[in-house]
C-alpha cells in the first residue's frame, strides 16, 4: 500500500531555512507526480509545489522564490527546501502523490517560524 512519511519540520527564526523530506513507499515513485501541502492554525490544507516525473515544478505564489522542490528517484524520496521563512509559513506540511485516481497524504509535519 501507499505510504507517505515526512520529516524535517522544526522551529524555526524568521528567515531561516528548513528542509523537509518525503520518503514515499508502495508506489512507482519515478512515474508519478508528487508534492506537498500545508495546513496553518485554523486554515484550510493548501497547495505549496509539486514536481512531475519529468521534473516540471509548480509553486504557490506565496511560496515562488523562497521555496525549492526536487526529488531523488534513487531514493523515493521527494524534498521541499525552505529559505527566508516567515511566520505565515507556520503550518503542518503534508506530502502528496496521485496514483492511478487517488490522492494520498502523508502524517504531516509541523513548522514553526518564530517572529
Known amino acids: 500500500q501507499v505510504h507517505l512519511v515526512e520529516s524535517g519540520g522544526g522551529l524555526v527564526q524568521a528567515g531561516g531555512s528548513l528542509r523537509l523530506s518525503c520518503a514515499a513507499s508502495?508506489?512507482?515513485?519515478?512515474?508519478?507526480?508528487m508534492g506537498w501541502y500545508r495546513q496553518g492554525p485554523g486554515k484550510q490544507r493548501d497547495f505549496v509545489a509539486r514536481i512531475t516525473s519529468d521534473h516540471s515544478t509548480f509553486y504557490a505564489d506565496s511560496v515562488k522564490g523562497r521555496f525549492t522542490i526536487s526529488r531523488d528517484n534513487a531514493k523515493n524520496t521527494v524534498y521541499l527546501e525552505m529559505h527566508s521563512l516567515k511566520p505565515e509559513d507556520t503550518a503542518v506540511y503534508y506530502c502528496w502523490t496521485l496514483w492511478g485516481v487517488f490522492n494520498y497524504w502523508g502524517q504531516g509535519t509541523q513548522v514553526t517560524v518564530s517572529s
Open positions: 508502495g508506489i512507482d515513485f519515478s512515474g508519478e507526480t
